[in-house]
């Protein structure tokens, strides 16, 4: 029996252990369900009136203050089951944070879609110059389109004439002529006849050439020597700076010696006047160059301006052989006052006095433009006079008179000699206002009282605003012809891109760089452009097309052209805007062949 009870207990063990021990055999864990949560002994007594924790966001709520909760209510407090899953979001407008900015809020990553990084970027401003506009677009680029900002249905029009400023007559665009693409003849003559007088020179010339001046041009009409203004026989030539290769005016004194080397330092207060109508001094010098002592002025070069007894005071010819002088119209002659007391108001605004209001050193520069080019040499010629400004200044008036009776009358200065007889012949001829404005500059103040600048101007403040009208109606044309050069110059530019690529004989030991690829088309562009011919084989020269077709490459529109081989062979279906890439890589290479860096286009 013992032994029974002993295999009995040993029986019991192992079956014991066999509940105990893993095995293969042994059923999958499974946790028993949630019970109610157990206190623990070690939390106090003021816990039971703590509030029940209630998570963020989640649907079920238990109201706070309930101290009694069963063991049902706690664990509905904390359901796992009931907080719904993270899901990430891209939101791309949410509301600012108050750590960050609105732009850094907007921003969110995605490792697999680079377009909500794209799209989240700040908006770009279209740019009409630029070639690739999809370069602006969504997907894989790094900006995003356009959309704060309206965009062209197509490119700027750069291929067409802006026709901006004044138009006085009334011209239909078939009315118009090749010329009108380019400045008005009569301007472009004018200013063709003054590159050539100022790129003159004279072969075989017997004048030497100064320290820092070289290439000297006689710009005297007459070889009569003239000592009436200066006291001194002077000459006028046109010479080049050896320093800065610009053209000035160098005025010469001949057989003048400098006495005190003050007098010649007057001339640095004449750089100061910065005037329209005053002849700028730049510097003065002695030289020994010409033979004799001379004392050089240097100024301003202003190729074929004429002084105003060559203009008013000479005779012309009107019929015949017969010789008439003709008058001034008196707006020119108002036009001529406001600019000279324009000049003497800069003038004497600095302490300085004219000291030479003569017609024969006034120069017309540019249409009813003068300026006074003779002053500061009698400050140096005549500075131990030493006499006070102000009566310099006052003398300046009457000169200014003297000079405007002149003009009036047609009479050379030294034959006005009865100016009573002058000034009624003005009163004959012009009207009252202009007569009593010479009698104002010709008489003299009491002694205690002198004459202003300032009290001229005010009297004859009507007359200015019409000037200055003239000179705004003059820019406004002057604005005109430039819009209408701007355009030219890109042509030009383009024409010269496409000569440096087109027939280009060898290029990195290619001989067939020019025939290949993009130059290829490049070349059949050209003879599109300026090799057409019609039906009989005769050349087109249509200026209106080849300026309309390198416009519209300068713009790189999307209109599509025809492009065929000289033998009739090719034919190619190109548009603008794929000419000008071509454009700009083929010429991008020859940019970076070149190994010394001269100007670019």
């Known amino acids: 029996m013992f032994y029974c009870h002993v295999c009995e207990m040993t029986n019991k063990k192992g079956i014991y252990r066999s509940k105990k021990t893993l095995n293969v055999e042994s059923p999958s864990f499974t946790p028993a369900n949630i019970q109610s949560a157990v206190k623990k002994a070690t939390f106090s007594s003021q816990a039971a009136s703590a509030p029940a924790f209630t998570p963020r966001g989640l649907t079920v709520a238990l109201p706070a203050g309930n101290s009694n909760n069963s063991q049902d209510n706690d664990a509905g407090s904390f359901n796992p089951a009931a907080i719904r899953e993270f899901t990430p979001t891209f939101d791309l407008n949410p509301a600012p944070s108050p750590n960050g900015t609105a732009q850094d809020a907007s921003v969110s990553f995605d490792p697999f879609s680079m377009s909500s990084v794209s799209q989240g970027l700040p908006t770009p401003q279209f740019n009409p110059y630029a070639d690739d506009h999809g370069a602006l677009g969504h997907g894989t680029s790094y900006f995003q ?26 011209l239909m665009p078939y009315h118009r002529m090749t010329h009108d693409f380019f400045l008005d003849e009569k301007t472009r003559v004018e200013y063709v006849k003054k590159a050539e007088a100022a790129l003159q020179v004279m072969p075989n010339s017997q004048l030497p050439q100064l320290d820092n001046y070289h290439s000297l041009v006689a710009l005297d009409t007459t070889h009569r020597k003239n000592a009436n203004i200066f006291g001194y026989p002077s000459w006028v030539y046109k010479a080049m700076s050896t320093k800065t290769g610009n053209l000035y005016c160098l005025r010469r004194l001949e057989g003048y010696r400098l006495t005190n080397e003050h007098a010649i330092r007057l001339v640095k207060e004449w750089r100061r006047i910065d005037n329209g109508n005053v002849v700028s001094i730049l510097d003065a010098f002695t030289t020994r160059a010409f033979g004799d002592s001379s004392l050089i002025f240097v100024q301003n070069y202003h190729p074929l301006s004429k002084t105003l007894t060559e203009l008013h005071l000479s005779p012309s010819p009107s019929h015949g052989n017969r010789f008439q002088k003709t008058a001034i119209p008196e707006a020119t002659l108002w036009g001529y006052i406001t600019q000279i007391a324009n000049a003497l108001k800069a003038i004497h605004s600095i302490n300085l006095a004219a000291r030479c209001i003569d017609p024969s050193k006034i120069i017309l520069t540019d249409k009813n433009r003068i300026r006074l080019s003779a002053c500061s040499i009698l400050d140096v010629v005549q500075f131990d006079a030493r006499r006070p400004i102000q009566e310099l200044q006052q003398e300046d008036f009457i000169q200014f008179g003297r000079l405007l009776l002149c003009l009036a009358t047609s009479t050379l200065p030294i034959h006005l000699t009865n100016l009573k007889m002058s000034l009624e012949q003005v009163g004959r001829t012009y009207s009252v206002e202009l007569r009593d404005t010479i009698f104002w500059l010709l008489t003299p103040q009491a002694p ?86 019609d039906g009989n084989g005769n050349p087109v020269l249509d200026m209106g097309h080849m300026l309309r077709c390198l416009y519209k490459l300068d713009a790189g529109t999307d209109e599509r052209i025809c492009l065929t081989s000289r033998d009739e062979q090719s034919s190619f279906l190109v548009s603008y805007k794929e000419l000008k890439k071509a454009l700009a890589t083929s010429f991008g290479e020859l940019v970076k062949g070149n190994t010394k860096q001269a100007r670019g286009f």
């Open 448 to 533: 205690p009282a002198v004459k202003g600048i300032d009290e001229f101007l005010r009297g004859i403040s009507g007359r200015i605003v019409t000037t200055l009208d003239e000179s705004l109606h003059a820019i406004d044309k002057t604005s005109t012809d430039l819009f209408r050069e701007i355009e030219n110059g890109k042509a030009a530019r383009l024409m010269m891109k496409l000569g440096c690529i087109n027939e280009r004989y060898e290029f990195n030991g290619d001989q067939a760089w020019s025939e290949n690829g993009e130059r290829y088309l490049l070349k059949l562009f050209r003879d599109y452009v300026f090799h057409q011919v």
């Open 145 to 170: 389109a356009q959309g704060a900002f309206p965009t062209p249905l197509q490119p700027l029009q750069h291929h067409l004439y802006a026709h901006v400023g004044p138009h006085r007559e009334d």
